[in-house]
């Protein structure tokens, strides 16, 4: 953490300072969107045989990147890849 960042949130756990508080915590919560929008991408130039391997396709990395911002698109990966890997699991009925 930063001295900025330490200062801010020294200051915004001041009782007075509700509105800072608040305003802290969503921009850090929009940075951390970014850095993980920006490391979804960088999956997008793996190429298919790799993107099988952690249980994903170029459509899914697609899909996550077409979210919101303000929506994690790691998260969005990270289902994906775990309902392909449960469907595989799933005994043949």
Same mark, same amino acid.
């Given at each position: 953490?930063? @001295?900025?960042?330490?200062?801010?949130?020294?200051?915004?756990?001041?009782? #007075?300072?509700?509105?800072? $508080?608040? +305003? !802290?915590? %969503? @921009?850090?919560? &929009? $940075? +951390?969107?970014?850095?993980?929008?920006?490391?979804? %991408?960088?999956?997008?130039?793996? #190429? #298919?045989? /790799?993107?099988?391997?952690?249980g994903?396709?170029?459509?899914d !990395?697609? &899909? %996550?990147?077409?979210e919101?911002?303000?929506? #994690?698109?790691?998260?969005?990966?990270?289902?994906?890849?775990?309902?392909r890997?449960?469907?595989?699991? /799933?005994?043949? &009925?």
């Amino acid at each position: 953490m930063s @001295a900025t960042e330490r200062f801010l949130w020294q200051l915004a756990r001041r009782s #007075d300072s509700r509105p800072l $508080a608040l +305003l !802290v915590t %969503a @921009a850090r919560a &929009f $940075a +951390l969107a970014l850095r993980r929008r920006r490391e979804a %991408a960088e999956l997008a130039s793996l #190429d #298919d045989r /790799m993107l099988r391997d952690i249980g994903l396709t170029k459509y899914d !990395v697609h &899909f %996550a990147l077409e979210e919101p911002i303000w929506r #994690d698109p790691t998260r969005t990966l990270a289902d994906r890849a775990e309902a392909r890997r449960r469907s595989r699991l /799933m005994p043949p &009925f």
